[in-house]
């Protein structure tokens, strides 16, 4: 582990280990998306009966399949390891876990707009019985909330780190290229184009999260220097 710097973030290591056996736990204990994994671990509706405050937690460390969970954890590993080496273990540790929240508390804000209709309404037995299943079956999982608000640090600190963008052919700087990745999150969760699952607010939420974090900070830095 030495040979890829790991001795300097053991944060980020022990992150993908963990992720990677709760993965690898999904994938033994429940059918696809379904089981009772996903009834206790992800992030659900605030009114389904399936919901648990400590999800908000839980979910973060959660993935929807491998492709998920590799760009996710290769995404940490890039960013996270540059923001652990900048400030340290504790700090990093705490600044990922508040993004993580934060993203969750932003899914929650979203469910609501999202099932503002249905939740206004005074649902028969039958009805609400099949509103329960509806929300059983669409549930968030995922640490792309939280590693957005490692980008959108990152973009902040170092904003003029030029960065290669797939299918881009050039570099980017990158304030630009997470300005553009945000922007696109906003699009999609705006746009809603069906068939897309992704928690694109919950994005968006980690990455303000993250963005708002490192500018006190910094400042914060800067005035103690000062």
């Not at 028969?124 to 792309?144: C, F, I, K, M, P």
Request: glycine share 10%.
């Amino acid at each position: 582990m030495n040979g890829f710097g790991f001795q300097r973030t053991p944060v980020v290591l022990n992150l993908l280990i963990i992720n990677a056996l709760v993965y690898f736990a999904q994938a033994a204990l429940s059918n696809g998306n379904e089981g009772w994994v996903y009834d206790y671990g992800a992030l659900h509706h605030y009114r389904s009966e399936d919901f648990r405050i400590y999800q908000i937690f839980t979910s973060m460390f959660m993935h929807g399949g491998f492709f998920h969970l590799f760009f996710n954890m290769f995404a940490l590993w890039m960013f996270g390891s540059a923001m652990e080496t900048y400030w340290g273990s504790k700090r990093f540790i705490t600044f990922y876990l508040i993004c993580g929240v934060g993203a969750g508390l932003t899914q929650l804000a979203n469910y609501a707009f999202d099932y503002a209709d249905i939740d206004r309404l005074e649902l028969l037995s039958h009805e609400y019985d099949a509103y329960q299943d509806l929300l059983r079956l669409n549930v968030t999982v995922g640490a792309s909330g939280a590693i957005m608000g490692v980008l959108a640090a990152y973009g902040f600190l170092f904003p003029n780190t030029r960065m290669f963008i797939m299918p881009i052919p050039f570099p980017i700087k990158a304030k630009y290229a997470i300005m553009g990745i945000i922007a696109l999150d906003v699009f999609g969760g705006i746009s809603k184009v069906p068939g897309d699952n992704i928690a694109h607010f919950a994005h968006v939420g980690g990455a303000l999260v993250g963005l708002a974090i490192a500018y006190y900070w910094h400042r914060n830095q800067n005035r103690r220097s000062f």
